[in-house]
């Protein structure tokens, strides 16, 4: 019996096929980051799985045999071809040409939990290192019906998305993947684990969508513009931050608004804790 490296190797001889650098295409040949990720994802029988980026189908080939359906969402022409061959046997899988970023996934739940004995959905991907954030925002904005979302990143994404708001390594994307998820590391994954080796390390995340955020805003988009304006200079104090927008008509009424909220004008962004952003959003809408 070949392993998943040899698999590999022979999926790509036979199709003629190079990694595509655009697209940040590294396919994964460690058989035990496979099973460990299918476990983390915890995959049962009445789940359907939406997979992002399924390239040669490596993990869509232990998926398949574990969800109730999946959905293999794929952008490059190259592989759809070969999942369509690899897998037409099955008649539990869906793949679907497309960018992640375009397709109606709210829709495509919808219509999978009516017509199915679907009970959960779950994301399951090795996600495109250049594109992470984009599709990471896309999934929890939506406000999906979704109940886990295992992915593997890269390793300095995965820090900054799972730190806690207001430590070391927060940014703006810290904050909101906090509001709408809790985010948890799960496996580190070493460059030797695909061919090609990317250039960074890698580290598989699970967030497991909240039932209702930690903190309680009147408005949301004020809220995650007030954290993106503090982080935007990360050098710059949160008073001098804040004081770039539209939001506040003097710099006076910064100094008023924080010193009120008992926060400290003179501290940087990424030392506030989540409530605080929350304190200062809430503060703005009792004025106006």
Known sequence: MINLDQETKFIMKKYNLMANKKLGQNFLIDENTVEQILNVANIKKEDLIIEIGPGLGTLTNKIIQKAGKVIAIELDDRMISILEERFNKYNNIQIIHEDILKVDLRKLIKTEKESSNIKSVKIVANLPYYITTPIIMKLLEE??????????????????????????LSGAITYSVYYYAEAEKVLNVPKSSFIPEPQVESEVIRLTLRESPPVRVIDEKRFFNIIKLAFMQRRKTLANALSSSNLFKSKDEIYEVLNNLKINAKVRGEALTIEQFAQIENYIDSKN
């Open 143 to 168: 406000k999906l019906d979704i109940e886990t979302i295992t992915v593997m990143i890269q390793k300095e994404v995965a820090d900054r998305l799972t730190e806690i708001p207001g430590k070391k």
